[in-house]
């Protein structure tokens, strides 16, 4: 556990939660700052910063689709969208957004993103996406 880390505590139940669904490793709870009804934070019970410094990170993203499959099957969402993301708590943590598609908030937040995309300014010429590509290519 370190220290000041706000998932540490509420893993060892210093700070409540709501939880939703949790194993001997992980545990999935109600995000505070809800983007859609059911905004839901996947965090392993041992503290890693991000998620790549997580031991066993196939196991991290199967239980994650666990909570994932149950909103889709058992409640009847049409998507459950994923992203890792969340530098501003230096705990593994991975956010699922349950949603039909018509939630206004929820769409508000993906075309931002969308117009990220769309930004023409950002495009680059093949030459540097090939440059790019190389220099973050897997070696075999």
């Given at each position: 556990m370190e220290?000041?880390?706000?998932?540490?505590?509420?893993?060892?139940?210093?700070?409540?939660?709501?939880?939703?669904?949790?194993?001997?490793?992980?545990?999935?709870?109600?995000?505070?700052?809800?983007?859609?009804?059911?905004?839901?934070?996947?965090?392993?019970?041992?503290?890693?910063?991000t998620f790549t410094d997580v031991d066993d990170v196939d196991d991290y993203f199967e239980f994650a689709t666990k909570v994932a499959r149950h909103f889709k099957k058992d409640l009847g969402y049409k998507f459950v969208d994923i992203f890792v993301l969340g530098r501003g708590v230096p705990?593994?943590?991975?956010?699922?957004?349950?949603h039909n598609d018509d939630n206004p908030e929820w769409k508000e937040a993906l075309s931002k993103i969308g117009s990220m995309q769309d930004d023409q300014s950002r495009r680059k010429s093949s030459e540097e996406y090939k440059r790019i590509s190389d220099k973050f290519a897997m070696s075999n």
């Open positions: 220290n000041n880390c706000i998932f540490c505590k509420i893993i060892n139940n210093e700070i409540p939660c709501f939880k939703i669904a949790e194993d001997e490793n992980f545990l999935a709870i109600i995000d505070i700052s809800q983007l859609v009804e059911g905004h839901t934070i996947v965090i392993p019970k041992k503290h890693f910063e705990h593994a943590h991975i956010h699922l957004i349950p």
